[in-house]
Each structure stands twice: as structure tokens, then as C-alpha cells.
């Protein structure tokens, strides 16, 4: 497991940006995939983003793809996510995720979650 804290949200107008931070400890990040996922009150979680361990590649949900950009820096132990082209329905607590094991859009692969930040937009 490595241990994961989110910075960066807040409050934005509709088809502004935003971007959010997680910053990992452990000597073990970079052998982790990542995931961004995100859950409105009263839904599930939901799966935003995800990147290969090394960086190598990455994933959107249809519903973000070109809008957002998922990113991370194995030597700082970070990812992050830029959000662009906000709407009012990317609205949310939004989660940073570790998994060990799988590169996935599944929710239930990830064994290490950050304690999630509030992402709001106003129309």
C-alpha cells in the first residue's frame, strides 16, 4: 500500500480549469498504476482516468476524454490530473488511486486510495 493525499480542488466556472495533485509516500509508487475516479452525492464512484505504472500510457472515460489529462512524476512521487473545459456535471469528490496489481478502469483493483477533494463547477 502507499499512502495518497489530493491537493488542488475548489470552486470553478463552467469552461474553466483545474488541477488537481497526489502526492504518494512509499518507496514503492512506481511500481503502481494510477487511477483518478470521482463520485457525486448519491452515485457511484466513477472511473475518470487511469496511467500505466511507468507512465507509459493512459486512459479516459469517455466523459472526460480530451478535457482531461492525467500525468505523474515517479521521481516526486506525484500524479496529477489537469481538468479543462470544466461543466457543471465534472462536479464531485474526486479520489486518487494505487493498484499494485492491475492497469484498470475497475474501481475494485485498487488497493491504495487518497481521502478525495471536492471538485465544484458553477454554471
Known amino acids: 500500500q502507499v499512502q495518497l493525499v489530493e491537493s488542488g480542488g475548489g470552486l470553478v466556472q463552467s469552461g474553466g480549469s483545474l488541477g488537481l495533485s497526489c502526492a504518494a509516500s512509499?518507496?514503492?509508487?512506481?511500481?503502481?498504476?494510477m487511477g483518478w475516479f470521482r463520485q457525486a452525492p448519491g452515485k457511484e464512484r466513477e472511473f475518470v482516468a487511469r496511467?500505466?505504472?511507468?507512465?507509459?500510457?493512459?486512459d479516459y472515460a469517455d466523459s472526460v476524454k480530451g478535457r482531461f489529462t492525467i500525468s505523474r512524476d515517479n521521481a516526486k512521487n506525484s500524479v496529477s490530473l489537469q481538468m479543462n473545459s470544466l461543466k457543471p456535471e465534472d462536479t464531485a469528490t474526486y479520489y486518487c488511486?494505487?493498484?499494485?496489481?492491475?492497469?484498470?478502469?475497475?474501481?475494485?483493483?485498487?488497493?491504495?486510495w487518497g481521502q478525495g477533494i471536492q471538485v465544484t463547477v458553477s454554471s
Open positions: 488511486a494505487g493498484s499494485r496489481a492491475a492497469y484498470s478502469r475497475n474501481r475494485y483493483a485498487y488497493d491504495s
Open positions: 512509499g518507496r514503492t509508487f512506481s511500481t503502481y498504476h
Open positions: 496511467i500505466l505504472a511507468s507512465g507509459g500510457a493512459t
